[in-house]
């Protein structure tokens, strides 16, 4: 980790970094159920300093960033919250932001890993039109919380974004197993707040005196794995397609004008399906530990022998995991589409010779039907269509 990317909060006692993409903040203050309890009843916030904001001001920044994304923003109103994707020629996941208008300027917010590449990509891409970019990520810092910061707090709060998350945005579509009303995500209250980086300390001081309390990451991820919400750094790898996540709901509007992947998104939405899909699992916690990132699933008998296990195939990877303060373990995992949604799997850690196993109960997030919105031609008309 990069001494001068290290968020100052890290120096608070008990303060446990975490890996990866999370490195440079805060995993828990040493009591990490405590402070999930916190942050679910809205009285804590999350140190997300490391993450990306980079601006597009100028005249022209709402229909660029339209015809440039998967997302319509042109008539974005000023504090209103969106999201958006940028994809490749395939239409495979590149950037994902959260996205405000604050009348002036987009901000976008993204993961730390992403910024630098976000900023130089859409400066690339600005041809004559009106429009700058920014990477601001040295001058704000972001916070998260499931609720509003209170005053004084509020004073620093540059700009605000809400996650729209799960709720359908205009031409979107949901993939989601459950009825709207029965999806876990309908409790999910997320909000980002970007504070002068100046003013990060004196922030959460404030907030503290106010009652708050001070959470870390691992108390954010629990939150937002149960509430099946898809994030760009854990979800999200080289192949990956907006169907797959279910953030067609959110993050595309699926009659908007020509963007890069469109062909791709407008295909397997009308015509095919997505070849893998999100799922929810609980873990079995009898391990007293949690299988790591990346660790493969395994469509195959939880009471079967460890060198059976050893022999099996992976069906998919585990992209989250966490330990919710009233669930226990819980995680999200990409598998093949065709996998049966009834079958009970097992989450295999480590190598297969020495690997650790954890059966997992799956919960169909994504539908393996989902997509063939249209239908494809069969029969008579196809062949009419070759006379």
Known sequence: MDENSKSPLLDRNGAVADGGDDAAVAAHYGDPTREQRALARGAAVVDLSHRSVVT?????????????SSQEVAGLKPGESTE???????????HDAAVVDDGETVWLITENSHGGVLAQWLDSMKFMLRVEITDRTADYAVLGSTAALPAPAAAEVVVGWDDPWPQLGPG??????????????????WRLSVVPRTALEATVAGLE?????????????ALRVAAWRPRLAREVDQKTIPHELDLIRTAVHLSKGCYKGQETVARV???????????????????HTLPALGADILAADPSATPEELAQERPVGKLTSVARHHEMGPIALALVKRKVDPTLQLVVRDGD???????????EVIVRPDAGQAVGRPQGDFLRGQRR
């Open 56 to 68: 597009v001001s100028g005249p022209d920044r709402l229909t660029w960033l339209t015809t440039l």
């Open 269 to 287: 939405h009308n015509l095919g399906h997505p070849p893998r899909r999100l799922v929810f699992l609980h873990l079995d916690g009898s391990e």
């Open 172 to 189: 979107a579509a949901s993939y989601a197993q459950v009825a709207e009303a029965d999806h876990p995500g309908v409790d999910w209250s």
């Open 352 to 362: 297969a010779d020495s690997a650790t196993y954890y059966a997992a109960a799956q």
């Open 209 to 221: 005196q106010a009652g708050w309390n001070l959470a870390g990451t691992m108390a954010a991820e």
């Open 84 to 94: 958006l994707l940028l994809l490749d020629i395939s239409g495979r996941i590149e």
